[in-house]
């Protein structure tokens, strides 16, 4: 009955905006009339809770016993949708939200690497829910407007036409991590003054402004981005940084498999990570809570995700930019109207796709310039399931000008053949490192090159062409690589 009633939903709201379209009034005047006309919001709420650097196996629901413990997020994915299979299409954090943001790979959005920001003609989220009527609100971390403040940027306060459309309540900054530290620090309003914080763990500080905003009474329905700086790791300090007393408690903590056999630094920051973690579950419970306590929860399509994972420098010489699962991976828990069907599914979703998701969820025509697609349809029609394809692009900078394939079955993956690291496209790659996902899904043998796998990793070689072909990049030679006679 639940599902029924979610695809009744999107149904009665497409044929609204059609007919309002029809009668020639704007989306907005629609969206409003369709929102106010009974006295109560009809198009859902809608809340994107993301926590930078979240590794997608630290939840409970996703079949981890790891030492912490995420009550909160095991309740959301029991209830709504866990896309156990998602992944994020560029693992470093500005552009993996722009992908996020815009429905668009990271090199058509402008923010292919860190410091730059958004192409400011393209569709945001946030703008295309202000068309449809909603109010478009941010609290926390941008990390989408330019770095330097001679291009009007910098690390704190935003300019509007930076804030992708984010109009309405503003209160955050562009570098976070710069801005703040775990126990103070500051943020700024859509104004510029200044918001400060003392002797709070940052995660609850960014918690109490969110709870501040939902007391409020809303005429309209909203969108609400609440971006967390945790787990992520103090840059300036250089390692993680949980709740004090996180280090002694998290002693002695459960090692992950794909960490356990290598070199990095995890020794050392794995307790203070675990301690953001269950920091960030404890917030979303308080989110949770809140929605119930003002009589939203069942009108709130509320999305738990993050940019990329952690890898702990096992990988390379910091934390993600690199094809491993504990880079790309990402939680993406979704409940609400239209996801309430306590499902966890295993499909490869990219975070390109969550932005039309959102979009038809709340009854908004998806811009023609997206290339992400729906995964509204994938809990409840076996049609959805059956034409999905199962396969993401990944494209990498920072670390190596790279790209890699992702599919159920395989990681594959190319590099520049120069060895550049920086450079936004490149002519020529070679293949790099290629993981069997079924035998290997901690990614601990590299098969690339291999002569028994030559054959794979020839079809590979050509799917990962065609996406790069259908993400508007230039064409590249790929150039195959042979460690064996």
Not at 69 to 88: E, F, H, K, S
Not at 395 to 408: F, G, H, N, P, V
């Amino acid at each position: 009955m639940a599902e029924e009633k979610g695809l009744d939903r999107r149904a009665f709201l497409t044929r609204s905006v059609a007919a309002g379209m029809a009668l020639g009034m704007g989306a907005t005047a629609e969206a409003e009339a369709v929102s106010t006309g009974a006295g109560k919001a009809v198009r859902p709420n809608v809340i994107v809770y993301i926590a930078d650097q979240f590794r997608a196996d630290f939840i409970g629901a996703n079949g981890q016993n790891y030492t912490t413990r995420t009550p909160n997020l095991d309740a959301m994915a029991a209830r709504g949708t866990n896309y156990t299979g998602a992944i994020c299409n560029q693992p470093v954090c500005s552009p993996s939200r722009s992908v996020l943001m815009t429905g668009r790979y990271a090199t058509e959005t402008g923010v292919w690497h860190n410091g730059t920001h958004m192409d400011l003609a393209l569709p945001t989220l946030a703008g295309e829910f202000r068309k449809a009527g909603y109010t478009a609100n941010l609290i926390g971390k941008w990390h989408l407007a330019p770095s330097s403040e001679a291009e009007g940027g910098g690390r704190g306060y935003v300019k509007p036409e930076f804030r992708g459309g984010f109009l309405d309540l503003w209160e955050g900054a562009n570098e976070f991590e710069w801005t703040t530290h775990p126990y103070e620090g500051t943020i700024y309003d859509g104004d510029g003054k200044e918001i400060t914080f003392k002797d709070e763990f940052r995660v609850d500080f960014v918690t109490d402004r969110a709870e501040r905003f939902l007391r409020e009474k809303h005429e309209k329905p909203f969108l609400l981005y609440i971006s967390q700086l945790e787990p992520h790791f103090q840059n300036d300090e250089k390692r993680f940084v949980g709740p004090k007393g996180s280090a002694e408690r998290f002693a002695d903590p459960c090692v992950p498999n794909d960490l356990r056999p290598l070199p990095g630094n995890w020794q050392s920051q794995l307790p203070d990570y675990y301690g953001c973690v269950e920091a960030i579950d404890k917030s979303v419970g308080r989110v949770m809570q809140i929605l119930e306590e003002q009589g939203l929860a069942e009108n709130t399509i509320v999305v738990f995700t993050s940019d990329h994972g952690c890898h702990f420098m096992t990988r390379n010489e910091e934390y993600k930019r690199s094809p491993h699962n504990a880079s790309i991976r990402v939680p993406l828990i979704v409940q609400g109207p239209g996801f309430n069907h306590a499902a966890a599914l295993p499909e490869i979703v990219g975070n390109i796709n969550v932005m039309p998701t959102l979009l038809e969820a709340a009854g908004i025509a998806v811009p023609a310039s997206v290339k992400g697609k729906s995964f509204l349809g994938l809990a409840t029609e076996a049609k959805a399931r059956k034409a999905w394809p199962n396969k993401e692009l990944v494209q990498i900078s920072e670390s190596m000008t790279a790209r890699a394939l992702r599919t159920k079955d395989w990681t594959y993956c190319v590099i520049d053949a120069a060895g550049r690291r920086s450079e936004k496209f490149s002519d020529k790659y070679v293949e790099y490192q290629m993981y069997s996902q079924g035998s290997d899904p901690f990614e601990q043998v590299n098969l690339a090159g291999r002569k028994e796998f030559r054959a794979k990793a020839g079809e590979l070689r050509t799917e990962l062409q065609e996406m790069m072909a259908a993400a508007g990049e230039p064409v590249a030679e790929i150039v195959p690589v042979k460690h064996y006679p």
